[in-house]
């Protein structure tokens, strides 16, 4: 992916914090600022929760044979964008 130069101004305390927080996490603040937005906006997250969702439905008939405890479905969770 290219890489886009983002110049921020922020004040001496915010920038001493992302040094110190970079520097311990063993990364660059460039780095650490572009791990921080991907966080915000959830991508990591939701790619997991995706994923995990896709393969709960592919191997949804083997875990019901294994852990079947009686012949009553379980109740299905409700995924936060069915909520709306």
């Known amino acids: 992916m ?4 983002l110049n921020v101004r922020v004040d001496e305390d915010t920038a001493r914090a992302a040094r110190e927080r970079a520097l311990a996490r063993g990364m660059s603040v460039n780095r650490y ?3 921080l937005v991907r966080q915000d906006v959830g991508e990591v997250g939701q790619t997991f929760v995706d994923a995990a969702a896709d393969f709960m439905k ?4 083997v875990f019901a044979q294994e852990f079947a405890a009686t012949d ?6 409700q995924r936060p964008e069915d909520r709306r």
């Not at 592919?58 to 008939?61: L, P, V």
């Open 2 to 5: 290219a890489k886009t130069q």
């Open 33 to 35: 600022i572009e791990e």
């Open 58 to 61: 592919q191997y949804e008939s």
């Open 72 to 77: 009553a479905p379980a109740p299905r969770a």
